[in-house]
């Protein structure tokens, strides 16, 4: 099966991404960056484009909200896909802002109703104009958003099933919200529909501890190697899925040498693989 890994594309790194084109499939490239960027920049993106394949992945639209996603974002969105033809973009299941009051991360929203059908609708509204559906990524979050009457997986299936929408799952960050609030990634996993996890995404993180309570959290930071409950993960998505996947690797600082990083995505192809070869094997086994 033709899997793609790839690389999320920042500037420290780009001299160790074009040294070693053999061995990335695909790049990953923060769409934001460009809105407002210099026609020289947004030149140098479209070079990059022509040289590897190219996803762009948005931080700032605020799908999962019940405020409706601002029309002029979605529209730079759209020309910017219109310029650099990636192979796919993606977005958050986060809000952003709200009453006028951007926030300045991504936040989980309540899990109800009321942002499942808000984000059913923005999602309609990003098709609308851009023209394609993104690729939803669910996020990583310390406090588990106050006034949810669903579960983290139950409203993520809901989204999907009601937006019609493919989903980028971000693997550490589920195992973070795992750990974080006691419930089972795996179980996680087998609630969604399988056909709709199109892409993954591999990130490491550390644990920080509340002064005031103690508590240990694992934040997702993208700072550190990927775990290897991370990996196990991704051999599960292996052994559950059945199409081709995009797999990328994100790191935002500290970063190590190229040679590191690679290492970390040859071991996700080898986690993958052995998923697929697992059900393979099981398949086997049951029609014996």
């Not at 484009?49 to 529209?75: C, F, M, Y």
């Not at 990634?185 to 644990?207: N, T």
């Not at 550190?224 to 292996?238: I, K, N, S, T």
Request: overall charge negative; proline content about 5%.
């Amino acid at each position: 099966m033709n899997d793609h890994f790839g690389i999320g594309w920042r500037p420290e790194l780009a001299a160790g991404i074009l040294s070693n084109l053999d061995r990335i499939d695909i790049v990953e490239v923060i769409a934001d960056d460009y809105f407002a960027a210099p026609r020289a920049k947004r030149r140098a993106l479209g070079t990059l484009a022509r040289q590897i394949p190219v996803a762009l992945h948005g931080v700032t639209l605020g799908l999962a909200s019940a405020v409706a996603v601002d029309k002029r974002r979605l529209e730079r969105t759209a020309r910017l896909i219109e310029e650099v033809q990636p192979e796919f973009w993606s977005e958050h299941l986060a809000f952003v802002r709200g009453g006028g009051i951007e926030i300045g991360h991504l936040a989980a929203p309540p899990r109800t109703e009321a942002t499942i059908d808000g984000a059913a609708r923005n999602l309609a509204a990003a098709r609308s104009i851009v023209g394609e559906m993104p690729l939803i990524e669910n996020i990583a979050t310390l406090i588990d958003p106050p006034g949810s009457t669903r579960s983290e997986a139950d409203w993520t299936a809901k989204i999907l099933t009601t937006a019609n929408c493919p989903l980028l799952l971000d693997l550490h960050n589920l195992y973070a919200n795992a750990v974080n609030f006691d419930f089972d990634p795996y179980d996680y996993i087998d609630r969604l529909s399988q056909e709709s996890i199109r892409a993954i995404h591999l990130a490491g993180g550390r644990w920080i501890t509340a002064k005031s309570s103690n508590n240990r959290r694992l934040l997702d930071d993208h700072l550190h190697d990927v775990p290897d409950e991370v990996y196990e993960l991704l051999r599960h998505v292996g052994r559950r899925t059945t199409h081709e996947l995009t797999v990328i690797l994100e790191r935002d600082g500290h970063y190590p040498p190229m040679a590191a990083l690679l290492s970390q995505l040859a071991r996700a192809r080898h986690a993958l693989q052995h998923g697929r070869e697992r059900r393979q094997a099981q398949l086997k086994l049951a029609a014996a």
